[in-house]
């Protein structure tokens, strides 16, 4: 799932805010440290609501080298703030927190912050270009349960700059994350379980930097993260649903064997946003969505690009709407599987037997992109977006899948496909209402072929083999979807 870097910073912020005040060590603390390296600052807000950071606009402007005006993403404000809570989870006073500062025998300097009880960190309304995306974004009541601990990490490399970012979250630990939009709010509670043997989920990333461009490298991430709850609010925070919501989703156990992406300046001198590459080959333990005590479970999820692919991003403004626009090329042998696909019970236990591995292999774009526009909607007081996705010309790759297992050691029966699509296009909307999840259908259209069906036991093919074209496929626009909670 996704990792936070501004929330995993948080251990600079906390050493240095000019807002807090530094607690007296009495002697007793002072001879407990003694003749050990490093210094540890206890800090306390002064603040009754434990306000310790606020701003006003935070704006991002994009270099206008295109001649059509500036384009800027922006956050109307930012408040942080650390507290203590009751049994109740009520707010119960302010907070004092621990900040260790170390530098080891190899010149890498540690700074890790403990201790935290309670952490919130809201942002006012998101807007692109002066259009709201999202009314406000929220994450509250962070619980750092025991020894649980945010790190940054300064490290001393010969290839250059490396700034490491850590989080270590004991079980129990957990936050709120929700977004407004139109008077209605996604709302969701995030769990941090550590993986079986272990008692602390961790995970950390890493920034490096050279002369022309910065580099984000995954690292290790151990344990379970769960996004649960998942509920639309009305505006005086009431489940629109009753008791009813959209479930739960997350994943355990990320191996990453590559997995990085970098950022420069677009170098087209005509041309605004900035360019990177994207390298990951990572497997996921186990995917899971879970609802009414019951799971369905992917496992064993790996995803490999086979190489660096290239990206672009640019924020747009179209007189009308604002927004972002992404692409990726320089795609040719991408690799998506599924070890397994079974069901469960919620917590994962009495498993049933697999429904077999699906495979999408060596899907190539034939030197065609991948375009992504993000749009808030059009029209005074909006919010939401609007999502246009193309795949110009033509777009193929091979498709696997294969029954289960039977432990016999013989070759399992499968079906294998080779799927062309050309010039695909979809433009829809997407919204969050008092009725569930509206999604909107302005265009979509493509051609679709199947070529090459074979079903055997992958040495022996059996059955017939044949294509299948569909042209012109196409749904009606003005067509919908409404997602909600099960009644």
């Avoid at 007793?28 to 009754?48: D, W």
């Avoid at 010149?107 to 960190?121: A, E, H, P, Q, W």
């Avoid at 899907?363 to 246009?388: C, F, K, R, V």
């Avoid at 979509?444 to 044949?466: E, H, V």
């Amino acid at each position: 799932m996704q990792k936070i870097i501004p929330v995993l910073s948080f251990p600079v912020m906390f050493a240095a805010s000019p807002v807090m005040a530094m607690q007296a060590m009495d002697e007793a603390s002072m001879a407990a440290v003694a003749g050990q390296s490093g210094i540890t600052i206890e800090t306390s807000t002064l603040n009754p609501d434990g306000d310790f950071l606020t701003t006003g606009e935070i704006r991002y402007t994009e270099e206008d080298k295109d001649g059509q005006g500036d384009d800027y993403v922006s956050i109307d404000s930012l408040k942080l703030r650390t507290y203590q809570t009751d049994v109740n989870g009520n707010f119960a006073g302010v907070d004092t927190f621990r900040t260790d500062i170390d530098v080891d025998a190899g010149g890498n300097v540690s700074i890790r912050t403990s201790d935290v009880d309670t952490l919130d960190l809201e942002l006012g309304a998101v807007s692109f270009s002066g259009r709201t995306l999202f009314g406000a974004v929220r994450f509250s009541m962070w619980e750092f349960v025991g020894s649980s601990y945010l790190e940054t990490v300064l490290l001393n490399s010969a290839d250059g700059a490396k700034v490491g970012f850590r989080s270590v979250m004991e079980e129990g630990s957990g936050l709120t994350y929700q977004f407004d939009e139109d008077n209605v709010t996604f709302s969701s509670d995030i769990v941090f379980l550590p993986a079986d043997g272990e008692s602390t989920f961790r995970s950390e990333v890493f920034l490096t930097g050279d002369n022309d461009q910065l580099k984000l490298e995954l690292g290790e991430t151990s344990g379970s993260f769960e996004i649960k709850n998942i509920s639309l609010l009305d505006a005086a925070g009431n489940n629109i649903f009753g008791t009813n919501n959209f479930g739960d989703v997350g994943y355990a156990n990320l191996g990453v064997d590559t997995g990085y992406f970098t950022i420069r300046g677009n170098p087209d001198a005509d041309t605004d946003g900035i360019l990177g590459e994207i390298n990951t080959d990572l497997t996921v333990g186990n995917l899971f969505y879970r609802t009414g005590g019951q799971r369905l479970n992917l496992n064993n999820v790996r995803l490999n690009t086979n190489g660096e692919m290239t990206y672009t991003l640019d924020f747009i403004d179209t007189g009308y709407t604002s927004g972002v626009d992404i692409s990726l090329s320089d795609l040719s042998d991408l690799d998506l599987t599924i070890g397994a696909v079974n069901f469960s019970a919620g917590d994962g236990s009495g498993a049933t037997a697999s429904m077999g591995s699906y495979a999408v292999e060596n899907l190539n774009l034939n030197g065609d992109s991948i375009n992504l526009q993000l749009y808030t909607l059009p029209g005074a007081g909006s919010e939401g977006m609007q999502m246009d996705l193309t795949m110009a010309g033509t777009t193929d790759f091979d498709l696997t899948i294969t029954d289960d297992d039977d432990g016999s050691g013989n070759p399992q029966p499968q079906l294998t496909a080779q799927v062309v699509i050309n010039n695909f296009s979809l433009s829809q909307t997407i919204d969050q209402t008092e009725k569930g999840l509206h999604v909107g259908i302005v265009d979509q259209s493509m051609d679709l072929n199947i070529n090459r069906i074979r079903m055997g036991d992958g040495s022996t093919q059996q059955g017939q083999t044949g294509r299948i074209v569909m042209n012109n496929i196409s749904l009606q626009p003005g067509s919908y979807f409404r997602v909600e909670p099960l009644r």
